[in-house]
């Protein structure tokens, strides 16, 4: 059974930093995406970065330039690096994945999910 699992949140001050880390058991997948994505309570769960197992990642605006995704060598694991983080960008992170080569912030393709890792950034 394919599972994942964050760690890595916790509180900061603005222009901190923090990395977050997502474990991957179970997924054996050749042809695959991971992404990270946040929800703020009301409002609907937003894809942060994106990476596929070639490499290629994308990342939503509000982030390029301040967040960094990667794989390690197995790519069994996920990791975000946060840098110049933001009171906007407070909210639960969570890690996913989905089966093939589609790299994408869209909620809907991704059918595996952590149960997420809270972030906090005070001013």
């Known amino acids: 059974q394919s599972q994942l699992a964050e760690s890595g949140g916790g509180s900061v001050q603005v222009g901190g930093s923090l990395t977050l880390s997502c474990a991957a058991s179970?997924?054996?997948?050749?042809?695959?995406?991971m992404a990270w994505f946040r929800q703020t309570p009301g409002k609907e769960r937003e894809g942060v970065a994106a990476?596929?197992?070639?490499?290629?990642?994308t990342y939503a605006d509000s982030v390029k330039g301040r967040f960094t995704i990667s794989q390690d060598n197995a790519k069994k694991n996920l990791n975000l690096q946060m840098d110049s983080l933001k009171p906007e960008d407070t909210a639960m992170y969570y890690c996913?994945?989905?089966?093939?080569?589609?790299?994408?912030?869209?909620?809907?393709?991704?059918?595996?999910w952590g149960q997420g890792t809270q972030v906090n950034v005070s001013s």
């Open positions: 990476i596929c197992d070639d490499g290629a990642t």
């Open positions: 996913a994945t989905l089966v093939g080569h589609w790299l994408t912030l869209e909620r809907r393709p991704y059918r595996i």
């Open positions: 179970g997924v054996y997948y050749s042809n695959f995406c």
